[in-house]
């Protein structure tokens, strides 16, 4: 009986006129965001920095000094021509950069130098959404910024089906799920728009990648893998097998 009212009430939401064409400034979010998380690198005697960039190396990136972190969006991240236009993903990217920044796990050392390392890749994905988006959202009115042209499509409503299910009804776990596979499709978008990939496999929450033979953190892992990870980390779970067996 919940999860068919949830699915009544998320079914409203995206037909309802006022979600239908959401609407929100980038920058402003940006700010937003800035806002939130420049605290706790205050408290490390870290300034942090974010920076819209009219190009750069790709939707986001980040870059630390001794004293100073940032994070580098490029406009291109604003972009409406996108699956999913929305701040839910824009913080899906956002929270990918910031956790290159925060996590303490799975780190690599030869992208500013051995005093400096970063998170790894898949490392990143996973602390995006067991920590980034759910402090985000644990802290954030209830604004579902969907776009109805994309998400009323049955294949996105089994997605957002099965997370009910996987999240036991947590509206945090479910919406930093959401959050990250808009980031993480607009990525994907960008890179084969820009001639970056070659070609477009479907990822799905539904169909999990296959097991790795050993750990392997410094590499990027495919989307599919990227998409597990994300998962996991929303469900606080263990990482996937696809890097982590």
Request: hydrophobic share 35%; net charge negative.
């Given at each position: ?34 806002k939130r998380f420049e605290p706790l690198f205050l408290q490390e005697n870290t300034t942090f ?120 009804g947590d509206k945090v776990c479910v919406r930093s799920a959401l959050s990250a596979y808009q ?63």
């Amino acid at each position: 009986m919940k999860k068919t009212f949830n699915i009544i009430l998320f079914t409203f939401l995206l037909t309802s006129p006022i979600y239908a064409q959401p609407s929100f400034s980038p920058e402003q979010a940006v700010r937003e965001f800035h806002k939130r998380f420049e605290p706790l690198f205050l408290q490390e005697n870290t300034t942090f920095n974010m920076e819209v960039e009219e190009e750069g190396y790709g939707l986001a990136w980040v870059w630390r000094t001794k004293n100073n972190s940032w994070v580098f969006i490029s406009r291109d991240a604003f972009s409406e021509k996108f699956p999913f236009p929305t701040k839910d993903a824009l913080y899906g990217i956002l929270c990918h950069e910031i956790a290159h920044l925060r996590s303490p796990y799975f780190q690599v050392y030869d992208v500013f130098g051995p005093d400096l390392p970063i998170a790894s890749e898949p490392e990143s994905d996973y602390f995006s959404t067991y920590s980034c988006l759910r402090e985000v959202f644990a802290k954030t009115p209830e604004d579902w910024s969907v776009n109805a042209r994309f998400l009323e499509r049955e294949k996105l409503k089994k997605e957002y089906e099965f997370l009910l299910d996987a999240c036991e009804g947590d509206k945090v776990c479910v919406r930093s799920a959401l959050s990250a596979y808009q980031g993480l499709q607009n990525a994907r978008f960008y890179r084969l728009s820009s001639g970056r990939a070659d070609q477009s496999q479907e990822i799905s929450f539904l169909t999990p990648a296959d097991a790795a033979d050993s750990l392997d953190y410094k590499s990027r892992p495919s989307d599919q893998c990227r998409l597990d990870t994300l998962l996991a980390g929303s469900l606080r779970r263990s990482r996937p097998s696809c890097w982590h067996p």
